[in-house]
């Protein structure tokens, strides 16, 4: 179990933020923000921003790679 933003990981200890990082345009935030995606595309984790997850909307829901899009 991975936590973002407070909450504990693995081991009981409190976690620290993480910064995320849009991976298609760049944009970044230290804390999650409800509108952002999260996709996991060979076994590793890709935010996108809400513009992005917006602009791209039917290429995630048909579970497109975003190397797709």
């Not at 200890?13 to 996991?40: I, K, M």
């Not at 595309?41 to 190397?67: K, M, P, V």
Request: proline content about 4%.
């Amino acid at each position: 179990m991975t936590s973002l933003s407070g909450g504990y990981d693995d081991s009981g200890a409190a976690a620290t933020p993480q910064t995320l990082v849009c991976a298609r345009c760049g944009a970044g935030t230290e804390a999650p923000q409800p509108l952002w995606t999260c996709s996991v595309e060979n076994g590793r984790r890709h935010y996108f921003c809400e513009t992005c997850a917006r602009e791209n909307l039917r290429a995630i829901e048909g579970r497109l790679d975003s190397a797709w899009w």
